[in-house]
């Protein structure tokens, strides 16, 4: 499929067909696209978590308005927002920036105090959560659309209830946050339509 077709074949996909599980290739290829995205000094701020386990998916959709989509679709990813490894001092960020450097000692030491310099302007946790997921939702769009490219229905989903979504995956929020849950699966309804405004109403030019 082409990009194009792609944009209009992807839409919030409400329901899923359970019975009609993805590729194993096709969903490789969904997780890679999301690997490969774009993020802010290079952090990949990400983890994915799959979850299979259908106990584990009746638990998360509680937590998340009930919405069929967590039990209906074929998988469903967990995207998590890295927070205490952003931390400049961070053992992450030194081994992202030696192998971004090609553990090139001097090159690392500018990146590191580029990025401490870029650091100091969140103030808090909730800050560094902002712009962590920011990057995360780089990586979800990546993977709706490499999804969409192959047939395959996503649902970006942000409706949850944190601290009882915290609580069922078991997470400690001062590590790692939610940023969305993203179930892909197949279609059972008609595609609901794209509503926007247009592009008249949202460019400027100077
Ligand atoms: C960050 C984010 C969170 C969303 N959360 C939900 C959700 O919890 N449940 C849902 O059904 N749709 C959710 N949506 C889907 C939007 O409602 C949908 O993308 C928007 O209405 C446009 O419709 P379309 O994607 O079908 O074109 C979310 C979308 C985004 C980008």
Redesign the pocket.
Known sequence: MEFKEALAF?????VFDEYKIIEEDDFSAILEAGRLAPSSFGLEHWEFEIIRDKELRAKIRKA??D?I?ITSASELIVIYAKIADLDPKSDYVKSSFARKTHHDAAAIEAYTNAFAGFFARFKDERDVYGWSKAQC?LA?QNMMMQAAILGIDS??????IESELNEVLGIDPSKKRVA??LPFGYRIKE??P???QSLHDIVRYR
């Not at 992807?10 to 409400?14: E, M, V, W, Y």
């Open positions: 992807r839409h919030a996909c409400k998340c308005w919405q989509q939702f979800a649902c970006a989903i942000e409706g949850y969305m849950l595609q609901s794209q509503i926007r």
